[in-house]
C-alpha cells in the first residue's frame, strides 16, 4: 500500500496536520496505536492560547466549534499555603485569552472534522526504515506495512519516528506528577471543592505541591508533584489504591484535611506521570521525506505550552506543505527551522515554574508568574 503524506499519531498535533491539508485539497492517512477514538481517557483541562492554539483552530476552520467547547470560569487562580490559608485568587472575569477546555473533546472535535477513513485505529508502529529517495517504510504491529513518500511523527515523548531525524531520546526530568480525581466533588467532596474553586489551585512548598483543576460535571483532577528519583516510584505499588495513595499523602503530612483529601479520598487509582523532556535545543539536520511535530520534536515538562504547540505545529506544517507543493524539501526546511526556534524559547521559560518549586518560596514565586500578563497555567 502506497500513500503520499502518512502521519503517525492521532493526537492533536497529527489530527491538526490533517484537518489543514485536507482544507488545502490534499490527502493525508493518520495511523494510530490506539484500538479507538474511546479506548482511553485523554487527560484532563487545556487552556488554548489566542497566540498559538487558537489560531492553529481558526487555520483549521474549527474556531466556531472550538468555543463552543470553552468552559466558563475556569481560569480562575488561587494558591493557598499548606494549612489551607488563601494567599492568592485571580478571578475568571472571561477576558483572558486562555480559555480552558477538555483535551477529549477538544480531540473528538478534530477527529469529527476529519473525512471518514481518514483515521486508521489499531496500528501501533513496530519500526520505520529508509528506502532511499526519501522513501520510508512503516511496519505495523498488526503485520500492515506503508510506504510514504512524506512521513510526519506526530506520535509523542517516546516516538518511533523520531530516529530517522535524531538518536536523542528523553530524559527523567526529577519531577513526577501522582493524578487522581474526585467525582461530583461539590457534594461529595465540598471542601476540597470551596479548597479548589472554580478554576485551579496551587498549594506548593520547596520540591513539592499539590495543583488542583476543576473540570466538567464537578470533577477535580489532581496532581500531586513531587521531585523524587524514578526509584522512589518504583517502589510503590500503583495498583493498590489505598496503599498508593496513603503512600503519595505521607508526604503532605500536617497539610490542611481539604488538600490531602484531594490524594486520599480519590475515586480512582493514583497514576504516576514521570515528567520526561528532550533538551531545550533538540533539533536535527533537515532529512528528505520526513520531519517532527508536537512532543515527538520538542517535548518539555508541561508548561501550560505543549497541547498548543502541537496543533500549531500541525497547521504551520499544512500550511508549508501546501504553500510549497513544487518544493516541499525547501519548505520544510523553513518550518522546522522556525518550530526549533519557538519551541525552545517556550521550554526554557516553561521551566521557571519548576525551578522557583525548587526555591525557599515556592508559594510568592507562584504568585508574581500568575500576576504576570502573560502568565502560564501548567496543563501540558
Do not use: C
Amino acid at each position: 500500500m502506497n500513500t503520499s503524506i502518512t502521519i503517525i499519531g492521532a493526537g492533536l498535533g497529527g489530527l491538526t496536520l490533517a484537518r489543514v491539508l485536507h482544507l488545502h485539497g490534499i490527502t493525508s492517512i493518520v495511523y494510530e496505536a490506539e484500538p479507538s477514538a474511546e479506548s482511553r481517557a485523554q487527560g484532563g483541562m487545556l487552556d488554548i492560547h489566542d497566540y498559538n492554539g487558537q489560531l492553529a483552530l481558526q487555520d483549521a476552520g474549527l474556531l466556531t466549534q472550538f468555543q463552543e467547547l470553552i468552559l466558563e470560569g475556569r481560569q480562575a487562580m488561587r494558591v493557598l499555603s499548606p494549612d489551607g490559608s488563601l494567599l492568592f485568587e485571580n478571578p475568571d472575569d472571561g477576558n483572558g485569552g486562555r480559555p480552558e477546555v477538555q483535551r477529549g473533546e477538544l480531540r473528538q472535535m478534530l477527529l469529527d472534522s476529519l473525512p471518514a477513513g481518514t483515521v486508521r485505529w489499531g496500528y501501533k508502529v513496530a519500526g520505520v526504515r529508509s528506502l532511499g529517495d526519501g522513501r520510508h517504510e512503516v511496519s505495523f504491529a498488526n503485520g500492515g506495512t506503508v510506504i510514504t513518500h512524506f512521513l510526519v511523527g506526530a506520535d509523542g515523548a517516546w516516538s518511533k519516528v523520531r530516529p530517522l531525524l535524531s538518536t536523542v531520546t528523553p530524559r527523567y526530568s526529577g519531577m513526577s506528577y501522582v493524578e487522581t480525581f474526585l467525582f461530583d466533588a461539590g457534594v461529595r467532596h465540598p471542601a476540597s471543592a470551596v479548597a479548589v474553586g472554580t478554576g485551579q489551585m496551587g498549594a506548593p512548598v520547596q520540591g513539592k505541591a499539590i495543583m488542583a483543576h476543576r473540570e466538567r460535571h464537578d470533577t477535580l483532577h489532581t496532581y500531586a508533584m513531587l521531585a523524587k528519583p524514578l526509584e522512589w516510584f518504583a517502589d510503590i505499588d500503583f495498583t493498590d489504591k489505598a496503599k498508593a495513595s496513603a503512600r503519595i499523602a505521607d508526604e503532605f503530612t500536617g497539610w490542611a484535611p481539604e488538600l490531602t483529601a484531594l490524594i486520599t479520598d480519590s475515586d480512582t487509582v493514583p497514576l504516576w506521570r514521570p515528567l520526561h523532556a528532550l533538551p531545550n535545543e533538540h533539533r536535527w539536520q533537515r532529512v528528505p521525506g520526513v520531519s517532527l511535530i508536537g512532543d515527538a520534536a520538542h517535548l518539555s515538562i508541561p508548561n501550560g505550552e505543549g497541547a498548543n504547540l502541537a496543533l500549531y505545529d500541525g497547521a504551520e506544517l499544512a500550511k508549508a506543505i501546501a504553500l510549497h507543493a513544487d518544493d516541499l524539501e525547501t519548505a520544510l526546511h523553513q518550518f522546522e527551522q522556525a518550530m526549533f526556534e519557538r519551541s525552545a524559547k517556550v521550554a526554557a521559560e516553561g521551566e521557571k515554574f519548576y525551578e522557583l518549586l525548587a526555591g525557599e518560596d515556592p508559594a510568592r514565586g507562584m504568585i508574581d508568574m500568575f500576576q504576570e500578563p502573560d502568565a502560564n497555567h501548567l496543563e501540558a
